[in-house]
């Protein structure tokens, strides 16, 4: 699939395929708004008589020299499956890669997340299936996104190849991807040979990932119903699961580089989580274990990188991820995970997304007490969180600003902000530009509880915002900054209720340690592989009609 900009590129990928097995099929609107989805479409619907399955590959991938072998079998092994031929080194799908890679399978189940597009291939009724689906949400969510939530939806097997078989050259984003960085395979080996495709690995429930430059984790949240990750911070991962804080900082004089740390947690989580699990250990030299973990620190630091610092930095990093994986082994030798539940909370109005993560974090935090925390009014006008201390008769009260990111709504003022920009819709300041906003980031806001509950302050009534109040203006420009770089327009409409909080004394010894771009990206990250799971396919307000790229 490709643009008439890119028709020489795609003509070669096809000739190079044994005769006739690939096809150049074109955007059929050329000159309107760039929409991958739009020409997807096009490629899906172009499905031959009597084929079984349909592979489709944009104009910019590289393939391995086993690549069709490797497809054909991997069709043989799984005819019902969708099969993802490439996964980008900073994404959930890519951790899932690396685990596996770990464990020696060649095929990785698909996480949550945007299932990968760029080479892909679909038994025909759902390529078929796909096509209808996709015509009528034109203008909304990018392909990729579309693709997991039609898979997810009818219960067809993903999987993503490992190694890849394909790699990204980055030509240039027609479709507005440039400003990520360079977009490189979690694991391509030029010569993979062809191998045992049955050898799978599914199941994972921790997938720690360096993005964005933070180390990161989602974590399969247990329990009956849909499936669902809660989305944290790796060390806070760690740190819950009882490894050592020392063990939690690269060894070192002085503190280590913040590409170093991110590098080490991922890694650190890695060999934990393997170990843990019984997943084996790779044979010596294996070449998909080692490039898989070369790629975690030049993936983390994409997105804010040259080309040429990260070529820099890859030897480096790839030095400390393999000792910190190494000690993640270690630590995990022996050990009995540690209890998470935490008998002296009560929680009420938690049973949601956002009670979810704001009970993770504080079972991870493992602070002493017996108490009960109510969020029943989190969500109302008052926005406050109610906290009964045990043999303490008055509760505490606070009285909390704008909160956003993972478990939040899409509905609020500024969920729908991102949500605006996740869709490439141009971000809506509502009413007053100029007015006055207190955001606020869920592991703040329960780092704040944990105060209060470590702390016993003399005040009762306190107020949890962020250090500095920003106009809805600015706040919309930090949007676009973290989260996609889209037009910012005014609305005549009414303002959408920005909540001031009174201003009293707040926790002693608590400052909110967040900062806007980190928890905004994350809040869109939340949003576009969880939230549109739990919403309907239409956005908060409005339509639009633009279809954009992936998501952060």
């Known amino acids: 699939m490709t643009h008439p900009r890119r028709r020489e590129a795609a003509e070669k990928l096809a000739l190079s395929a044994p005769s006739g097995l690939l096809r150049v099929v074109m955007d059929p609107d050329p000159t309107g708004t760039p929409s991958v989805l739009r020409t997807a479409l096009a490629a899906w619907s172009a499905i031959e008589d009597g084929a079984t399955h349909q592979l489709v590959i944009q104009d910019d991938m590289v393939l391995s020299e086993s690549f069709y072998d490797r497809v054909r079998s991997a069709i043989e092994a799984r005819p019902d499956a969708a099969l993802a031929l490439f996964a980008l080194w900073d994404s959930r799908n890519g951790a899932a890669v690396r685990m596996a890679a770990m464990a020696g399978a060649r095929w990785v189940g698909a996480v949550n997340e945007y299932f990968p597009c760029v080479a892909i291939v679909l038994p025909r009724r759902h390529a078929e299936g796909f096509a209808a689906y996709g015509r009528r949400r034109l203008g909304g969510w990018p392909d990729d996104i579309l693709m997991h939530r039609y898979l997810r939806d009818r219960g067809v097997p993903r999987y993503v190849a490992v190694p890849n078989l394909t790699e990204h050259e980055d030509r240039g984003s027609i479709s507005g991807n440039a400003f990520r960085g360079p977009r490189r395979s979690v694991c391509f080996l030029p010569k993979d040979a062809l191998a045992e495709e049955t050898r799978t690995l599914t199941g994972l429930t921790v997938l720690p990932f360096f993005k964005h430059g933070v180390a990161q984790c989602a974590v399969r949240a247990p329990g009956p119903g849909p499936e669902h990750w809660l989305h944290m911070d790796t060390h806070q991962y760690l740190e819950g699961a009882g490894l050592p804080k020392s063990l939690l ?8 580089a913040p590409d170093v740390k991110a590098t080490w947690l991922t890694a650190l989580a890695m060999g934990y989580e393997a ?19 070369a790629t975690i620190g030049p993936g983390g630091i994409s997105n804010s990188a040259t080309e040429e610092h990260i070529a820099q930095r890859r030897e480096p990093l790839a030095e400390v991820a393999r000792r ?20 002296g909370l009560v929680w009420r109005g938690a049973a949601n997304p956002l009670g979810e ?4 974090r504080l079972a991870d935090r493992r602070e002493p007490a017996d108490a009960v925390i109510d969020l029943t009014r989190l969500h109302s006008a008052e926005r406050k969180v109610t906290i009964h201390r045990q043999g303490d008769p008055t509760p505490y009260t606070l009285s909390v600003g704008e909160i956003y990111g993972p478990g939040c709504s899409p509905r609020t003022p500024i969920g729908r902000m991102v949500w605006d920009a996740l869709r490439s819709h141009p971000i809506t300041v509502e009413g007053d530009p100029g007015a006055e906003t207190h955001p606020l980031y869920v592991h703040d806001l329960a780092d704040a509880i944990a105060t209060v509950l470590r702390t016993r302050p003399d005040d009762h009534t306190l107020t949890v915002t962020s250090e500095e109040a920003c106009t809805a203006a600015e706040l919309a420009r930090a949007v676009h900054d973290a989260v996609r770089p889209v037009p910012i327009r005014a609305s005549p409409q009414a303002a959408p209720g920005w909540h001031t909080p009174p201003d009293h004394a707040r926790p002693p010894g608590w400052t909110p340690a967040t900062g806007r771009a980190r928890g905004l990206h994350a809040f869109a990250q939340w949003l576009a592989y969880e939230g549109i799971l739990l919403d309907s396919d239409e956005p908060p307000h409005g339509g639009g009609s633009r279809s954009g790229p992936t998501p952060p």
């Open 249 to 256: 900082d690269p060894p070192g004089a002085g503190p280590a």
């Open 275 to 293: 170990t843990r699990t019984g997943l084996a250990t790779p044979p010596p030299g294996d070449e998909a274990y080692a490039e898989a973990l």
């Open 324 to 343: 910190a994986l190494e000690a993640g082994r270690e630590a995990a030798t022996g050990r009995r995970p540690r209890p998470r539940e935490r008998s």
């Open 357 to 360: 993560h704001l009970a993770r």
